[in-house]
């Protein structure tokens, strides 16, 4: 069936034993992965990352997972990402099993409406399906409020605002600020910090323009010389740090689903075209070469190496510039094999 938008965080708040398979599509796949972890946490469960690829070639999988104990008797979610239609008859099968143990969710992106997958899910009373559209205006301006709160930070609506129109809506993008922040002001849920425009000027989403993006950007395309200039052109205090990692981290963050949807299938030119204006002219070449280069999953591990330098640079008094430029010239090496 389909979520209204009135009702879907309830339903995931508080999930319905009838609903045994969830779908989240649409060009947000941010805002879908958020609802995903939401309906994890909820769940109280372990993720269980199965396939498209596996559930295509054997469609008796996913009924078969769901039904199975966990080994330790423990909970799990099912996850499939990226999925497509591929999965559609994996999916019926799940539907119709007398009896699951978990439930599975699967993150698309843009789905026709004649996708045999979203017809399914809307259709069947125990499966969940909603569309991810980024939001705008004050939807976006909420989102930032809501996400910031989580971090025990209050935000007010001018700030909202710009740090919304700085990440491009995108929800991940937004959360990943709103820990740095929290971070940085030593804000929780027991400590409320208010959020501070001198705060956004230096760590911000927007600081990661010019040089910043160009020296991440160059370890992601693995020039080594051209690297090791930016690096030594860095200032005596090297008060460039923070913002060059903030702009790896965003561009990381830009190409993860990008580079998802061309496992799925799509063509590189594609993607550009279909991000409009959303996309800087001067950013295409980049980032086609980047697409091209770097998998998924090699993706995820830089994204987590980069979390870990942002931890160290924040709670470690060792020089910053040896750290990053060390992890820059590792990504750079990597970009390379």
Do not use: C
């Not at 009702?7 to 879908?32: H, I, K, N, Q, W």
């Amino acid at each position: 069936m389909k979520a209204s938008k009135a009702t879907l965080l309830a339903s995931l708040d508080r999930p319905s034993p009838e609903v045994r398979f969830y779908l989240f599509y649409g060009p947000d796949e941010s805002g879908s992965h958020a609802l995903a972890h939401r309906l994890l946490k909820s769940l109280g469960a372990e993720r269980f990352v199965v396939t498209a690829g596996a559930v295509r070639g054997d469609p008796a999988l996913l009924a078969d997972e769901a039904s199975a104990m966990g080994l330790f008797g423990d909970k799990r979610l099912l996850w499939i990402d990226p999925a497509g239609d591929e999965i559609a008859e994996g999916v019926a099968g799940l539907l119709s099993a007398p009896a699951v143990e978990s439930v599975a969710i699967a993150i698309a992106g843009s789905l026709k409406k004649s996708s045999a997958l979203l017809k399914l899910a809307e259709a069947d009373r125990g499966a969940l399906a909603h569309a991810s559209y980024l939001p705008e205006g004050r939807d976006a301006d909420r989102m930032v409020v809501d996400l910031a709160r989580a971090e025990g930070l209050r935000v007010n609506g001018e700030l909202a605002s710009r740090i919304a129109a700085s990440a491009g809506a995108n929800q991940a993008i937004i959360a990943s600020e709103m820990a740095k922040y929290a971070l940085y002001l030593g804000a929780s849920a027991e400590a409320v910090r208010d959020l501070d425009p001198e705060t956004i000027e230096w760590l911000g989403a927007d600081s990661s323009e010019g040089d910043w993006q160009r020296i991440g950007d160059l370890a992601l395309d693995g020039r080594l010389a051209e690297l090791g200039d930016a690096l030594q052109r860095l200032s005596p205090g090297a008060t460039e740090v923070v913002p060059i990692v903030r702009a790896l981290q965003r561009r990381v963050l830009q190409l993860a689903p990008l580079r998802a949807r061309i496992e799925q299938g799509e063509r590189v030119d594609s993607i550009l075209t279909s991000m409009g204006k959303a996309l800087f002219w001067r950013d295409k070449a980049i980032l086609a070469r980047l697409l091209s280069q770097w998998s998924a999953a090699r993706l995820a591990q830089v994204a987590e190496r980069i979390s870990g330098l942002e931890r160290r640079l924040m709670l470690s008094p060792a020089p910053a510039e040896a750290a990053l430029g060390e992890e820059l010239l590792a990504i750079a090496r990597a970009s390379r094999r």
